[in-house]
Structure formats: C-alpha cells, structure tokens
C-alpha cells in the first residue's frame, strides 16, 4: 500500500479514536451519576475503567501518531516505539485500576450498602451498547499493534463489565441480592489485571531489547555457519524495532578474500535470516579466517 493511499485511511482510524474518547468521557459522567444515585459500587468502577478508556485511548492516539513520523538524524530506526512505550502506559494502568477495584470491593463487603437495582440495570446497559460500539471501532484496527490491541482489550472489558453490572442489578432485583454488585466489581477487576498481565510482558520484552521469544539465538548461529563458505558465526545480537521488524547484528568468520565470493556469501546469510527467521534487517560484520591466527 502506497504512503497516498494509506494516509486517508490513517486518518479515518484517527477520527474513529477521536469519537471513541469522545462516548467514553460522556458515558463517564453518566456512569457516576447513575452510581452515585443507585449506590452501586461496580457502576462506578466501570465508570472508573470508562474513564481510564478514555485517558488510554488518547495516550494510544497520541503514540500512535508520533510512531508514524518519519526517521531522522536523531531517531535513526523512526518513532516506532512510541506505540510500545502508549501500550506499557495503558497495559500498568489497567493493572493498577484493577488492584484500585480489589481494594474497594474489599472496603464494600466490610462495609455493605443498599443498592437501587433499577438504576444500575438501566445505565449499565446504556453502557452496554457504547462500549460495544467503542470496541467496534477499534477491533479492526488492533492488527499487530500492541498499542491498539490494548486499547481494543480495554473496550472489550468495558463490555464484560457492563454485561456483568447489568447481571448484578438484575440479581438485586430479583433476589434482593446485594452482593452481586461487589462480585461484579471483583470480576471486573480480575478481567483487568489478567489481561494486563498477559500483554504487559511481551512489550516489556520488546522494550528491553530481547530476543524474540519464537527465536534460539544458538539456532540462528548454527543455521547460518551451515552456509557454505562460513567458517563461524560469533558477537551475534538479536532484537526487535518493534513489532513487525526484527534486527540482527553478527561477525562472519570466511575463508576467502575474493569480494566477489564474499558478495554471494552475504546475499545467502539475508536470504536465510529473511526466510527462516523473519529477520529482514541485519548489519553484517565478515572477517577472515587467515586473520584469526
């Protein structure tokens, strides 16, 4: 796709963020009033996790424009990592709203308090319906971005949470069950902090410059000292720009000077780091062996 044709639908996915942000501010206020007037402790932490939707989806939009600058004298490699370092602020703060949630949901079983069930069912399932929408606008932009798959796990757990505030003013209903609210806002917490937990890792990864969890570096330097005319691979280093490109640096042990054979040599080690291992970006350091000793 051409930087022409991609930049309209950029810009479109922009749009979409904007209105995003937008119905969760709005669904905010509407949340805390409904739960302040019901009473109900899982309508205000899911007005809670709207809120920090909204801050997130802004901190995404906001990398994920700077991620799209071009590279320059300064940044080298380009602003990719932006989206990474939106993605690590997003992914800690749904972990930390999710302790926040635990911990009010344990000062609500020391301390119970009546519920309006009617009220919560109502605004939860005004709730219900935006956060689907929301995450609609989200789901086919998530893609192989970090930073939008989180934003996209924040939209889905804005859904489950409304769904399961709904199921709990229900349960008072019909029950006179009060209860259910607490466990609500405890589901609500779990759900957060799981999935934080589970994408939070792979960007501090990414951050810190490890090798991809799908690589062996040993198997990469045996795979490429098996090409005819390496005598030894050594000094490798592998990581990850970011999430679509892998970078490789290594010296090259070869027995011939002949530059010509040392051309072949090093178009068959990029061959094989492309095709074996996805890695389409390495610098190549050739030494000889007459050199060595």
Same mark, same amino acid.
Request: hydrophobic residues 50%; aromatic residues 6%.
């Given at each position: ?13 922009? *749009? @979409?963020?904007? +209105? ?11 949340? !805390? /009033?409904? #739960?302040? &007037? ?110 939008? *798959? @989180?934003?996209? +796990? ?11 505030? !709904? /199921?709990? #003013?229900? &349960? ?122």
């Amino acid at each position: 796709m051409t930087v022409a044709s991609e930049a309209p639908r950029q810009a479109t996915g922009d *749009r @979409a963020l904007v +209105v995003a942000i937008c119905v969760n501010v709005l669904l905010t206020v509407v949340q !805390i /009033v409904g #739960g302040v &007037l019901s009473g109900s402790l899982s309508l205000i932490a899911d007005a809670a996790h709207n809120l920090s939707d909204a801050a997130a989806i802004a901190v995404a939009l906001i990398a994920q424009r700077i991620g799209r600058a071009p590279a320059d004298l300064d940044h080298t490699y380009g602003h990719g990592r932006a989206e990474l370092i939106g993605a690590f602020v997003n992914l800690t703060w749904l972990m930390l709203l999710g302790l926040f949630l635990i911990s009010e949901g344990i000062q609500r079983l020391i301390s119970p308090a009546d519920v309006d069930g009617w009220t919560v069912v109502g605004v939860a399932g005004v709730a219900l319906v935006v956060d689907l929408a929301t995450a609609a606008l989200t789901y086919r932009r998530r893609g192989h971005s970090l930073n939008i *798959r @989180a934003i996209f +796990v924040n939209n889905a757990a804005d859904a489950a949470g409304s769904l399961a505030v !709904i /199921v709990a #003013g229900t &349960l008072i209903l019909l029950y006179d069950w009060h209860l259910a609210d607490t466990i609500a806002t405890f589901g609500i917490a779990a759900y957060l902090m799981i999935q934080g937990a589970i994408m939070l890792p792979r960007t501090i990864d990414i951050l810190m410059q490890r090798v991809p969890t799908d690589l062996d570096i040993h198997s990469v330097t045996d795979d490429l000292a098996a090409i005819d005319g390496v005598i030894d691979v050594h000094d490798m280093h592998i990581w990850e720009i970011d999430e679509r490109h892998r970078s490789l640096e290594a010296h090259v042990v070869i027995a011939s000077r002949d530059i010509g054979r040392m051309e072949t040599i090093k178009q068959a080690l990029k061959q094989r780091l492309a095709g074996n291992f996805d890695i389409t970006h390495s610098t190549l350091e050739f030494e000889f062996a007459d050199d060595r000793e």
